[in-house]
């Protein structure tokens, strides 16, 4: 399992914006999924370890990252 820690949750509007991260995961992310650990919110990736090879963990990482940064203005409303 791949994951970053995106943020923490905020302490308003959770409902919103879980509802939010359950449409991203659906919308945008097809093998990755925003989800929640403790008191944090999650990006996941799973991937198989027996059969991985360089260009799919560079493409896990790439997918990652692109999430964050296409869905960071999406996310900050939550947050101020």
């Known amino acids: ?3 970053a820690q995106v943020t923490g ?3 308003n509007n959770t409902k919103t914006l879980f509802e ?3 449409r991203l995961n659906q919308s945008d992310l097809m093998h990755g999924a925003y989800a929640l ?3 944090d919110i999650i990006l996941i ?3 198989v370890v027996q ?3 360089q260009e799919e963990l560079q ?3 790439d ?3 692109l999430a964050i940064v296409e869905h960071y203005e999406k996310l900050t409303k939550f947050f101020n």
Do not use: C, H, K, V
């Open 45 to 47: 990736n799973t991937l």
């Open 51 to 53: 059969t991985l090879d």
């Open 37 to 39: 650990d403790g008191n």
């Open 59 to 61: 493409a896990t990482l």
């Open 20 to 22: 939010e991260l359950l």
């Open 9 to 11: 949750i905020p302490p």
């Open 63 to 65: 997918s990652i990252s």
């Open 1 to 3: 399992i791949i994951r």
